[in-house]
Nanobody, 126 residues
Framework: QLLLVESGGGLVQPGGSLRLSCATS????????IAWFRQAPGKEREGVSC???????KAADSVKGRFTISRNNAKNTVYLQMFDLKSEDTGVYYC????????????????????WGQGTQVTVSS
């Protein structure tokens, strides 16, 4: 089976931190890029951060300097470490995967992800 399972969400005060995990199974790890997306109530889904096969990353301007994505190849798991959380970070966070080939393995983008987890809720509130 091809699975993505998110965990680590919860309720946190503004300025707090959380670490989200995305455990994967069934993928060809050497040809998969992973991304984190989020969706706030009443808003469109947006890309947050992504990581390529060889560790190249990209982050949305709104989270640069606060969120860090990382990839543990031995565990087939991707993490999103979030610091200095703000109320506008509230939403359902999803991890997603897509196949990448050739030079595309060295970078990532937020378009055309094929496999999705169920999401984990992050609520930032005072």
């Amino acid at each position: 089976q091809l699975l993505l399972v998110e965990s680590g969400g919860g309720l946190v005060q503004p300025g707090g931190s959380l670490r989200l995990s995305c455990a994967t199974s069934g993928f060809s790890w050497g040809n998969v890029a992973i991304a984190w997306f989020r969706q706030a109530p009443g808003k469109e889904r947006e890309g947050v951060s992504c990581i390529g096969v060889f560790g190249g990353t990209k982050a949305a301007d709104s989270v640069k300097g606060r969120f860090t994505i990382s990839r543990n190849n031995a565990k087939n798991t991707v993490y999103l470490q979030m610091f200095d959380l703000k109320s506008e970070d509230t939403g359902v966070y999803y991890c997603a995967a897509k196949a990448v080939y050739g030079s595309s393995r060295y970078s990532c983008r937020f378009e055309q992800y094929d496999y999705w987890g169920q999401g984990t809720q992050v609520t930032v509130s005072s």
